[in-house]
């Protein structure tokens, strides 16, 4: 079973790679530019068929995918593709020049990448990125308003016997512990409560944020019981609790002085609206944002996790080896089988959300750093004209190809560092 979740997630991946470059494709062909491959996967070509001008195909390595297209570069100054120069960084901007031009054939000449006018380009370069964010909504969508969210609600779990403190047991009481407020007001499990101190309640968050703000005092609630109203009185206990965020989410190593009563939640789920799965994929866009800013300050801890040992947090990155393994975790566990839809279905959301906001940093060899030249390009040719200069031409995104190898080194050596870590310590589901 643990195979057969890392298995699935594969296919996932897969499809989300192929979907991402059949935007680029697509849009390619659109404006006629010739496409001689396009590949998904890295490494040894697995399977592949020439359709037309173009070779579909799969590789080994299912990190990734790309297209070939037509002269992704102008030529240089002197009008030549080929190298001729043996400085190493020189050497850089030639080879990836004359890369561009390898497959070139007679009657090609109107139908390389670069002599499309910018916003071609813009629209060719961002059209992967945007297929996966594309996938990315329609996944969180199924999820949030087909699936659902698993929610805890205002109905009673367990009612706690007596008054412990955050990260103690609920189930056995210390000597002298005093009885629980709501042990003491006669709630029940299964109870579900309609109102607290005469506010009416919908969720747990309501609830939850209702009892610590009555600290010390003497409250009514009116719960349901089994279809019947029950009016009852609770003096609310002071405790120290863990500290919770706007949504109710309990804020990692900080506790609060709050009210308690003594409750744990029943688990539900809750099918989102339209507008309310809008809020959450907003939510979790701005999160994905604030998590690629601080990606290189994981880097010390990841470090520590591979070579110390260090245990992993929860806000870690996990790359695809990380992914796929908790896809195998959650395969092998006694779980519902919505559950593990709905877990499958969040992280392949995930992964394209973060597969967009990735791509779009406007930084060669990545989509947006090709977005950025032509959209500088524009800028320049713009600026020419109302300064009534020649056309300056095309800008040679080749020249920027010694820092595009200094980034993709970066990124080799923190998806190395991330692998590692997911291997020798991975990230667990409990």
């Known amino acids: 079973m ?35 491959q396009y590949m998904v996967g890295f490494g040894p070509t697995v399977w592949s068929r020439k359709k037309g001008e173009t070779e579909y195909g799969i590789k080994a390595i299912p990190l990734g995918g790309y297209i070939r ?13 080929t190298k001729r120069s043996s400085s190493p960084w020189r050497s850089m901007i030639e080879d990836a020049r004359e890369a561009s031009y390898e497959e070139l054939q007679d009657g090609d000449e109107d ?46 779990q367990q009612v706690s016997a007596c008054v412990v403190k955050a990260g103690e047991p609920t189930d056995v009481c210390p000597a002298g512990a005093p009885v629980s407020p709501a042990n ?20 747990y968050t309501q609830l939850q944020a209702d009892i610590r703000d009555s600290a010390g005092r003497t409250v009514p609630i009116v719960v349901d019981r089994h279809g019947e109203q029950v009016a009852l009185t609770a003096t609310i206990a002071t405790n120290t609790l863990p500290a919770v965020d706007k949504d109710g989410y ?29 809020d959450e994929m907003g939510a979790m866009a701005k999160h994905g944002v604030s998590s690629l800013v601080a990606l290189p300050g994981k880097v010390p801890h990841l470090w520590h996790a591979v070579v110390d040992g260090a245990p992993r947090s929860t806000d870690d990155p996990i790359g695809m080896v990380g992914a796929a393994r908790l896809g195998g ?10 559950q593990q839809l709905a877990f499958f279905i969040q992280l392949l959301a995930g992964i394209n959300l973060s597969l967009f906001l990735f791509n779009m940093l406007p930084l060669l060899p990545l989509d947006g750093g090709h977005i950025a030249g032509a959209l500088w390009e524009s800028v320049r040719r713009r600026l020419a004209g109302l300064l009534k200069r020649p056309d300056p031409g095309p800008f040679d995104v080749a020249k920027l190809m010694p820092f595009a190898y200094v980034v993709a080194g970066v990124f080799i050596c923190f998806t190395a560092l991330v692998m590692a870590a997911d291997v020798v310590n991975p990230v667990k589901l409990n």
Request: aromatic share 10%; no cysteine.
């Open 184 to 203: 003491a007001a006669g709630l029940r499990n299964g109870d579900t409560v309609l109102s607290f101190d005469g506010d009416r309640i919908s969720t």
């Open 111 to 156: 139908r390389l990448f670069y002599t499309r006018k910018p916003w071609q380009r813009v629209i060719v370069m961002f059209a992967g990125p945007f297929m996966n964010l594309i996938l990315s909504v329609v996944l969180f969508l199924a999820l949030f308003m087909g699936i659902g969210q698993e929610v805890s609600t205002p109905t009673v």
């Open 69 to 81: 297209m037509i002269g992704m570069f102008p030529p240089g100054a002197d009008g030549r593709v």
């Open 329 to 338: 975790d959650v395969v092998s566990m006694d779980l519902p089988a919505t």
């Open 2 to 36: 643990w195979v057969l979740g890392i298995l699935i997630f594969l296919v996932g991946l897969l499809f989300s790679i192929a979907w991402h470059e059949l935007g680029h494709l697509s849009t390619a062909k659109l404006f006629k530019i010739r496409v001689p």
């Open 250 to 278: 309990a804020v990692k190593g900080r506790t609060v002085e709050a009210g308690f009563l003594g409750i744990t939640p029943a688990r539900g789920v809750h099918h989102l609206s339209l507008g309310e799965s809008a």
